[in-house]
């Protein structure tokens, strides 16, 4: 049996080619029923734009074609691409849009990958006050999701949770 080993140099190269070939996947958030723009962030002339969300075609448009949608966004007016930018616009956001989307641009690779999490409206919370001789306890309950995350401010500082102990003075 013969085992290869990699130089670690030629790890870190492939590495560095993968970050700088845009590896980062960027988190955009959305809110149901409401629309969210996924853009590339390409600059130069375009002539190609393709959308995938996975492995599937969202939205296509060649210069010599023109604009084919497809999934989701193949019903009327639930999809906008720009042609120019390349920026898709998602309409009427449903929780089953949540996923992986990429952007090919001019025929090569993935330019951009987006991770799209859709939200739902925030509940109205609901404050409690507990208090004692030298302290109050402050806490917040909402709906939670799995996106849900409490935070208090007091004088420019942030404190992480949703409960905040005050002293009186």
Request: proline share 4%; glycine share 8%.
């Amino acid at each position: 049996m013969t085992v290869t080993r990699v130089p670690r140099l030629f790890l870190l190269i492939l590495a560095e080619l993968y970050l700088t070939a845009g590896g980062t996947v960027e988190s955009i958030y959305g809110l149901i029923g409401k629309e969210v723009q996924l853009n590339p962030k390409v600059t130069g002339a375009l002539s190609s734009i393709t959308w995938k969300k996975e492995k599937d075609k969202v939205a296509e448009w060649d210069r010599s074609l023109g604009h084919d949608y497809y999934g989701r966004c193949s019903t009327e007016n639930q999809c906008e691409l720009n042609h120019s930018t390349g920026v898709l616009v998602m309409k009427g956001l449903k929780r089953e849009d949540e996923g992986l989307y990429s952007a090919e641009i001019n025929n090569k690779g993935p330019a951009k990958e987006s991770q799209l999490i859709v939200l739902e409206p925030v509940s109205k919370p609901n404050m409690t006050t507990s208090c004692s001789e030298t302290q109050c306890i402050l806490t917040c309950v909402g709906e939670e999701t799995k996106h849900t995350k409490y935070s208090w401010k007091e004088n420019g500082k942030t404190t992480p949770g949703n409960t905040l102990t005050v002293q009186k003075k």
